[in-house]
């Protein structure tokens, strides 16, 4: 396991939001898998062939982000779980000794209305290079 630096920004339609933390990273048969916590909330993100976002805290999601359209979620509330699907735009992985960097467009799709997202994520760290067999977007 390896201590890295990451950022992780997402923007969507009513807010931005900006991380910057110390993670541990390991090598999976998945990809990368960095995990670093922020006020309270733990978060997981995995890259390699796809790319996923899990968020445990008082709302909890697993985000499935991969170029196979739309992917069923749920997010968990305290006052219930929350049914919806992810539907990817367009995906960008890319790696080298020094850097990892994954961005994506996506909607979240509730009961029929999609609302629209981008990601960046970038970590300071060596990358797996088998875990990505090419560049996408």
Known sequence: ??????????????QSEEIIAQADCVFSEKGNVYTFAEAGVRYTVTV???????REGEISY???LSEKGEVPAEMKT???????FVRSHGIALSANA????????????????ERR???????????DENAFTENRK
């Open 48 to 54: 390699g062939r796809t790319a996923s976002i899990a």
């Open 117 to 127: 997202h981008k990601i960046l994520f970038e970590a300071d760290a060596p990358a």
């Open 62 to 64: 697993f985000l499935l």
């Open 1 to 14: 396991m390896k201590k890295t630096k990451i950022c992780l920004r997402t923007t969507g339609p009513e």
């Open 78 to 84: 305290p006052y219930g779980t929350i049914p919806f």
């Open 98 to 113: 020094a850097r990892t960097v994954f961005e994506a467009e996506y909607s979240l799709v509730f009961s029929g209305e």
